[in-house]
């Protein structure tokens, strides 16, 4: 299985803030890899797929980079709106794997 | 409007089968695939297993020996099935549509909560 370590684990940031959040692969997923983004007690929702393309109706303040085994997610301009979980995903190979997830908290 | 509603039992006890199903509507199962996805309490999230548009199916090699994935096109219906259930099988169970087959989730449901326990 491809293992997908993110971090860190923890983030505490200030509105207008740019954050970034890491995922690196176990092995080369050649850009397919999503991030999602959870809010407590919410379902997943898609943000990132294929490293750098922005899913419909998310804000441009979220942009995805990357290649080969490392990736991140980059959040512009950090609202009080973002705090929530994040997670990266790759689907290049069954089974699909998960980061474990990055919990970003307000200063 | 594209939705996917996941159902359950809540409570099951150990060794016993979990069957959930997935409902959906804003789209057809013969054109999107559907994914499970589970997250225990406090935790990360785990693939579990996908139907496809075609009917082809894919699992979690570290939970196929306990799983069946099945579908209902006229119902717009998805079921999962898990036996030999376990206290760490208590977990939130997510359906998702994929884009495509082997591709991203873009859509969830609001999950199905079970807990494992006599």
């Known amino acids: 299985d491809i293992q997908m370590t993110q971090s860190p684990a923890s983030l505490s940031a200030s509105l207008g803030e740019t954050v970034t959040i890491e995922c690196r692969a176990s092995?080369?997923?050649?850009?397919?890899l999503a991030w999602y983004q959870q809010k407590p007690g919410n379902s997943p929702q898609l943000l990132i797929y294929d490293a750098n393309s922005l899913a419909d109706g998310v804000p441009s303040r979220f942009s995805g980079s990357g290649s080969g085994t490392q990736y991140s997610l980059k959040i512009n301009s950090l609202q009080s709106e973002d705090v929530a979980s994040y997670f990266c995903?790759?689907?290049?190979?069954?089974?699909?794997?998960f980061g474990g997830g990055t919990k970003l908290e307000l200063k | 409007q594209v939705q996917l509603k996941e159902s359950g039992p809540g409570l099951v006890q150990p060794s016993r089968t979990l069957s959930l199903t997935c409902t959906v509507s804003?789209?057809?199962?013969?054109?999107?695939?559907v994914s499970w996805v589970r997250q225990p309490p406090g935790k990360g999230l785990e693939w579990i297993a996908a139907i496809w548009s075609g009917g082809s199916t894919d699992y979690n090699s570290a939970l196929k020996s306990r799983l069946s994935i099945s579908r209902d096109t006229s119902k717009s219906q998805v079921l999962l099935k898990m036996n030999s259930l376990q206290t760490e099988d208590t977990a939130m169970y997510f359906c998702?549509?994929?884009?495509?087959?082997?591709?991203?989730?873009?859509?969830w449901g609001q999950g199905a909560s079970v807990t494992v326990s006599s």
């Open positions: 998702a549509r994929c884009l495509g087959e082997g591709y991203v989730m873009d859509a």
């Open positions: 995903q790759q689907y290049n190979n069954y089974p699909w794997t």
């Open positions: 092995e080369d997923i050649y850009s397919n």
């Open positions: 804003g789209f057809s199962l013969t054109s999107y695939g």
